[in-house]
């Protein structure tokens, strides 16, 4: 995928979240969702509301070949109480969570 800008992809980001099988969750994502108390409806909440001003950096994967058609985003949000961090690649047909864990909170 070609990098778009910021606010399409946002917009990308936000409307694959609404999409039954739009989002996937890496398995260090999801334990880190888990222990946070989240579950994967309030993930897709906090992805649907994303804005452009949350995002912190995008490039290109650090492994093209996992996700040739990929590009990556990150962002830091509040949600709820918790200030969060999000690594996301952005595919064609979904929104893969690479990180979703507190602000500032080591890898």
């Not at 946070?36 to 906090?46: A, F, M, N, S, W």
């Not at 804005?51 to 996700?67: I, L, Q, R, T």
Request: aromatic content about 8%.
């Amino acid at each position: 995928m070609a990098p778009q800008s910021r606010a399409e992809a946002t917009a990308k980001i936000r409307a694959l979240a609404q999409c039954v099988g739009g989002v996937r969750l890496q398995r260090r994502a999801q334990a880190r969702m888990e222990s946070l108390g989240y579950d994967i409806d309030d993930v897709r909440e906090c992805l649907r509301g994303l804005y452009e001003g949350d995002c912190v950096s995008d490039g290109a994967p650090e492994h093209p070949e996992k996700a040739p058609n990929g590009w990556m985003y990150e962002f830091v949000t509040d949600f709820g109480d918790d200030g969060l961090y999000l690594k996301v690649c952005l595919n064609p047909d979904n929104v893969y969570v690479l990180s979703f864990k507190l602000d500032g909170s080591p890898a």
